[in-house]
């Protein structure tokens, strides 16, 4: 491992070409949110009065996201990490474009799954990329940062949706709302919006390097010492490459699916794939989801609905700026632990609030320290862990199910909600999740390596060193 790396790198450099990878992020993030904004003004335009229609409108953006999560690692691995995040950029503006544009449904929940597409790239490749480009010592931070723009392009959703949407009678019905200025054109300038960002991020990714471990990966070794050189000194991209090569070998053939259920990179992958589930099941999008629902109980009207889920993006935007430099300074696994445990209380406290008939300002506050937790805890640090602890041959790949991973724990958590709900009521509802976390504490303890500070290449001979570790007692006993 390299001392004082960073007096070797072009740190502005480095700066730039992760912030423009982390607009995919923000795209993710805005894309994902802006539709609840929108929700109440183009059900109106569609006539949508059916549950089913209703839920579909919302969660289709979900099956683009398992599409893209499934090819992101073939892309990524065929063609590199900057060509499939420069198709997430034109396929964020054609989202954009068309939602805003759409004069009947279907049309209008075709260019949602083309969103979520995007979404399934960007969430796969963008962390990815800046975890290939990042320096050991700064990585987390660098790809915290990707978390950072997700949870900007949440609250800049949020806040779009309330600085476009005029005021809404309370006894307004549908036709009125249809007949209104947001009916007709309102929500179309909330989709519209995405345009901007998503022209700025196709542009600017034109204006970034190749990931140099996937050049070398590739076979293009020269390419790769190159790119190493614009973000670094010689000594720098000489001593980086000499690692590299030392992951890879002389191997460059094409990486086959059955690669990531070897005995070398199964458990890797295994714990990739629980902390993706994790991040989900630990019940916080239960919270954004339904935080209409929470906040009328704590007294808010009708009117007052938009700006109190813009303070969730606050809380949420505050934490994960304070996130950034813990995450390399305390470290991953600790913060792992601590938004593990930290859920879990506080989910026990909301299920006995809710037993007790306890509501209003009292679960306000327990739902916002929930989002504050998981800000500063399982969002970015989840994200850091899975673009960092993959082997390079097979990162592409085995980020890609990692993420496909997550998507469908996603759509098991939203759609299953409502049915806990009904059966176990919000009480047994949350005590579950409580129940989940503290499981999901238990297996970070016992499985999860602490990463911070580690070079890519050095982590994954630690963790094969780890592995194999494991497997011997195994095979004493077998033999």
Request: charged residues 10%; aromatic residues 10%; proline residues 4%.
């Amino acid at each position: 491992m390299m001392n004082n790396t960073q007096q070797h790198l072009n740190m502005g450099y480095v700066w730039m070409i992760c912030l423009v990878a982390a607009c995919g992020g923000l795209l993710f993030g805005y894309d994902w949110v802006v539709i609840g904004g929108a929700k109440p003004f183009y059900e109106a335009y569609f006539n949508i009065t059916d549950p089913a229609m209703s839920g579909w409108a919302m969660s289709s953006a979900l099956a683009g996201c398992v599409l893209g999560a499934l090819i992101a690692g073939w892309s990524a691995d065929k063609f590199g990490r900057r060509l499939p995040l420069i198709l997430a950029a034109i396929l964020f503006s054609a989202s954009a474009w068309g939602t805003a544009v759409a004069t009947n449904f279907d049309w209008f929940v075709f260019y949602r799954i083309v969103g979520g597409v995007g979404i399934g790239l960007a969430s796969a490749l963008s962390p990815m990329y800046i975890a290939e480009v990042s320096p050991a010592e700064k990585r987390g931070k660098f790809v915290a940062v990707n978390q950072l723009t997700i949870v900007i392009g949440v609250l800049a959703a949020q806040l779009v949706n309330l600085m476009i949407a005029e005021p809404v009678a309370s006894s307004a019905t549908m036709n009125d709302i249809l007949q209104s200025w947001n009916g007709q054109m309102g929500w179309r300038w909330m989709f519209g919006a995405e345009l901007v960002p998503a022209l700025a991020f196709l542009i600017l990714m034109f204006f970034v390097p190749e990931s140099p471990r996937w050049l070398a990966k590739a076979g293009r070794m020269e390419k790769a010492e190159q790119t190493l050189r614009r973000i670094g000194t010689a000594h720098y991209a000489s001593a980086t490459l000499s690692e590299i090569r030392q992951t890879l070998g002389n191997d460059t053939r094409k990486v086959a699916i059955g690669e990531l259920f070897s005995a070398r990179v199964r458990p890797v992958l295994l714990i990739g794939i629980v902390l993706a589930v994790f991040q989900q099941w630990c019940g916080i999008n239960v919270i954004f989801n339904y935080a209409q629902e929470i906040f009328a109980s704590a007294g808010f009207d009708i009117n007052s609905t938009l700006k109190s889920i813009v303070a969730t993006g606050l809380i949420n935007l505050i934490f994960t700026i304070v996130a950034l430099p813990l995450v390399d300074k305390l470290g991953r696994r600790k913060l792992m632990l601590l938004g593990a445990s930290g859920l879990t209380i506080i989910y026990v406290l909301i299920a006995l609030a809710y037993g007790m008939g306890i509501l209003g300002l009292p679960v306000l506050i327990l739902v916002l320290a929930a989002i504050a937790i998981y800000a500063l805890t399982l969002a970015p640090v989840t994200w850091v862990l899975l673009a960092e602890i993959f082997p390079n041959r097979v990162r592409g790949l085995a980020m890609s199910l990692g993420t496909l991973a997550l998507w469908i724990a996603c759509f098991l958590l939203t759609y299953t909600f409502p049915l806990l709900n009904a059966g176990l009521g919000a009480s047994g509802s949350f005590l579950l999740y409580g129940v989940i976390c503290a499981l999901g504490f238990l297996f970070v303890l016992r499985k999860v390596p602490e990463t911070k500070g580690v070079t890519l290449e050095v982590l994954e001979q630690r963790l094969a060193s780890a592995n194999r570790g494991a497997t011997q007692p195994a095979e004493r006993a077998a033999s």
